[in-house]
């Protein structure tokens, strides 16, 4: 039965972040350049130089900023735009024709943030004119003076690599820069999964311009390679040993590729995973394989006109497909036979990458296999639809035939059981109810659900080892590798050699490890610094659970929370805190931070190193998000040992009503500072909302008496010159009105000095005239203690 194509919609675009702005960048502009993450969750596009603004648009699928840049007229927007294979994060590099390359990537917080920016052309007046990230390298064509190169301009080109990998707090880690190639003509490069493609442009020397080269990095060779002569050629260019090429001398040491050749006249070029596609302008598809050879895929039934026309070129399941304007044409890679044809209602769609083998998302938009069309419509799936001859039965059939064979074998009685009389019997209950958990007409079971996850693992790592053995992506398998690890032991008690076996992972990839911990856990940022989980406890649980007696891990072997918090000081420390402050509001007996053991902040902190060899950021942060009294009262003796006032101040107003106690002594511990010195006086206003509601005025000038520095020396009017000036009543009137005014009681006066700060209205009567008198410590026991120099406080009439 012949086959049928289908066109299936995956998403009409609703779902990306700036749908708007996507659906009219994909519409208005042809030219646009779109490229798609490795993991399909992220698209890219890029508008040529001179397009309107914002030129670069990156989207996202679910919630999440997109990232818009613009660059005005007369400045120079990026030549091209890459994702790179970082499974934990995205990021993506951007390339200048001037040699600037940024990168940018989406962290823990919300938005794209710039991570570096670095040059790639190392010498004045030189310029990138073709650029491709090939396996987290990136490779560009670099135009460089011809005096400077020692030659014509014909060949006044190099291409030079760079590693570009994931690094820490920085982002990235780019490698030395290499000279693959020296003297030659200017080459577009077209990167796919294992090689690299370098082919001639319009501006190549004609005597060179039918040869193109193919560099697989993980083999270290270079195919040198003539389609129209049928010719090609192996040499070693591995820059792990320090191979360079000069591309004259090279063509020299290989017969034949010099002979007399029409040009390689291609409308349009394509990378896939099976080689270089060519199209050319007579319709005739042809395939440049990895060792070189070259061979007709087919024709087309519909040829490309002129240089204007819109063409893309993909495969699946060994069918190539070909978009050319608004026709989508199937053909078989094997015979070149046309399957089909059809006519598409745009004239303006893009073919994405196809996606890594294995990705969450392949599995989510069940794309698997198929291959991905982008318009402003949405984004599409073409793939082959099974004849109905080829269909296989149903789990639920599967069910009842196994055991109908079962029962049959166990039964006495001579009739035959049938899957009907299995489905409509109630003795037999088993099959029914695996059926229904098949069906999904009840809730799976614990068991299926892990049955389910353990093979989806065994299913993805078996494609992983054939891909690891391959040699195909090994960095992502890799990666891939270590997160299906780390979900995995998640999953056991992390006792012993598993808790060792997830501390080795850390250690050597400790991205794609927190990658993992990031899903299992469900972080995210709220938007105000902090952080929110909507994990179940049982997985906070096993990530908070210290060691048992008796079971402590050996030497070097950190606990999970520790070897988390460890992990985020090597990746984003600024987001340690967070964490610390999340996990101890997570809680349970025994485990967290309500349980007996170490405070989840001094875990923390161990991790952090020995006292006084600690980053002083964050063990503030640390101590001030504890909650716990002691450490915060450490911290804000921090804050006042650096003079840090505001920042103290706001410690203690950050305090909640039910922390009256903390909040007042921590107010004491300031009001000594404000009595010592001026250095707080410009902060009063904090400290008076710091004051406690329940301090009388009274009480606040015993605080302030005790805290008073010692007179040596009958006070002065005014302090001597460069002295600290003294504690005044003007600075003092704001504190005392603070704890005056926190109520007025209605008995008589309980203070001598809450009637100063009240207003009765009218002057109190003139005491009769006297004879001068001593106050007796008898009839007021308060004011002795405030005689100055061991003097008895004196009154007298003032007739």
Same mark, same amino acid.
């Given at each position: ?71 005005? =007229? ?13 499974? /934990? ?18 962290? @823990? ?114 195919? @040198? ?22 591309? $004259? ?11 007399? =050749? ?8 394509? =990378? ?50 070909? /978009? ?13 036979? +046309? ?93 029914? =109810? ?7 007409? /009840? ?12 093979? $989806? ?36 008690? +992390? ?84 964490? /610390? ?21 001094? $875990? ?42 505001? $920042? ?38 904090? +400290? ?112």
């Amino acid at each position: 039965m012949k086959r049928a194509a289908t066109l299936r919609l995956l998403s009409d675009l609703s779902n990306f972040s700036g749908a708007a702005r996507l659906r009219e960048f994909l519409a208005a502009d042809p030219g646009v350049r779109v490229r798609c993450s490795p993991d399909g969750r992220h698209l890219l596009l890029l508008r040529p130089p001179g397009a309107p603004a914002p030129q670069l648009l990156v989207a996202g699928r679910g919630p999440g900023e997109e990232l818009e840049r613009a660059w005005p =007229a007369g400045q120079p927007s990026p030549l091209d735009a890459f994702f790179l294979p970082w499974p /934990v994060r995205p990021a993506l590099v951007l390339v200048w024709e001037t040699g600037l390359a940024e990168v940018w990537g989406a962290g @823990v917080g919300p938005g794209w943030r710039l991570l570096q920016s670095t040059e790639l052309c190392s010498g004045g007046g030189s310029r990138v004119v073709a650029v491709a990230a090939p396996r987290g390298r990136l490779v560009w064509c670099e135009e460089r003076q011809a005096d400077a190169e020692g030659g014509s301009t014909a060949f006044s080109h190099c291409v030079c690599v760079r590693t570009l990998e994931p690094s820490g707090e920085a982002g990235t880690n780019l490698g030395r820069a290499h000279i693959l190639l020296h003297h030659c003509p200017p080459f577009r490069l077209l990167a796919s999964r294992k090689d690299l493609f370098l082919v001639p442009t319009a501006t190549t020397w004609p005597g060179v311009d039918h040869i193109l080269l193919i560099w697989s990095p993980g083999k270290g060779k270079v195919i @040198v390679a003539a389609p129209s002569l049928r010719l090609s050629h192996c040499k070693s260019l591995n820059p792990g040993r320090g191979d360079t090429w000069d591309f $004259r001398t090279l063509l020299r040491g290989l017969p034949g590729l010099l002979s007399p =050749a029409q040009p390689l006249t291609v409308h349009t070029w394509a =990378a896939t995973p099976q080689g270089l596609l060519l199209l050319d302008f007579r319709g005739t598809v042809s395939l440049v394989q990895s060792h070189g050879g070259t061979r007709t895929v087919g024709t087309l039934q519909e040829a490309p006109v002129g240089l204007a026309g819109s063409a893309a070129l993909g495969t699946f399941h060994g069918t190539l497909a070909c /978009v050319l304007g608004s026709t989508l044409e199937l053909l078989d890679m094997g015979s070149g036979q +046309l399957l089909e044809r059809k006519v598409l209602s745009t004239d303006r769609v893009h073919l994405l990458e196809p996606l890594a083998p294995g990705t969450k998302d392949e599995e989510e938009m069940g794309s698997r296999g198929g291959l991905r069309l982008l318009s402003a419509l949405g984004l599409f799936q073409v793939g082959w639809e099974a004849p109905q001859s080829l269909e296989l039965p149903s789990a639920e059939d599967l069910v009842f035939e196994e055991a109908c064979e079962y029962y049959q074998r166990r039964s006495l009685r001579g009739a035959q059981l049938t899957p009907e009389e299995l489905r409509n019997n109630n003795v037999f209950r088993a099959p029914q =109810a695996l059926a229904s958990i098949l069906q999904g007409h /009840v809730s799976p079971s614990t068991l299926l659900t892990t049955l389910r996850a353990e093979l $989806r693992d065994y299913r993805g790592l078996e494609q992983l080892k054939a891909q690891l053995v391959a040699g195909d992506d090994e960095e992502a398998g890799w990666t891939e590798l270590a997160e299906q690890e780390v979900a995995r032991l998640l999953r056991t008690e +992390l006792m012993g050699d598993q808790l060792a076996q997830l501390n080795t992972i850390f250690q050597a990839l400790p991205t794609a490890a927190w990658g993992a911990i990031l899903r299992a856990l469900q972080l995210q940022p709220d938007g105000n610094g902090r952080l929110r989980s909507q994990a179940p406890p049982d997985v906070w649980k096993k990530v908070l659970g210290g060691t048992a007696v008796g079971k402590e891990p050996p030497s070097g072997v950190l606990p999970l929370f520790e070897l988390l918090c460890q992990c985020l000081c090597q990746l984003e420390p600024r987001w340690l805190p967070p964490f /610390v402050e999340l996990a101890q509001q997570q809680g349970g007996p025994g485990w967290g931070a309500g349980g007996p053991g170490l405070p989840l902040y001094r $875990r923390a902190l161990a991790v952090l190193g020995e006292e006084g060899t600690r980053p002083e950021a964050l063990e503030l942060e640390l101590l001030l998000g504890s909650g716990r009294p002691k450490a915060v009262l450490q911290a804000v003796g921090q804050l006042v040992q650096k003079e840090q006032w505001e $920042r103290a101040l706001e410690a203690g107003l950050a305090l909640g009503p039910s922390s009256p106690l903390l909040r007042s002594e921590i107010f004491k511990l300031l009001l000594a500072e404000f009595a010592r010195h001026r250095q707080l006086d410009a902060h009063l206003p904090l +400290l008076c909302r710091l004051c406690p509601p329940d301090l009388a005025p009274a009480e606040l000038l015993l605080l302030l008496q005790a805290y008073l520095p010692d007179e040596s020396e009958p006070p002065t009017p005014f302090p001597e010159p460069g002295a600290e000036p003294p504690l005044t009543v003007g600075l003092l009137r704001a504190l005392l009105e603070q704890t005056g005014a926190q109520g007025q009681p209605s008995g008589p006066v309980l203070s001598l000095y809450e009637d100063i700060l009240r207003d009765p209205g009218t002057p109190p009567p003139t005491p009769p005239r006297g004879t001068m008198t001593t106050l007796q410590a008898s009839d007021h026991p308060g004011p002795g203690i405030w005689a100055p120099s061991g003097k008895g406080l004196c009154m007298t009439d003032t007739g």
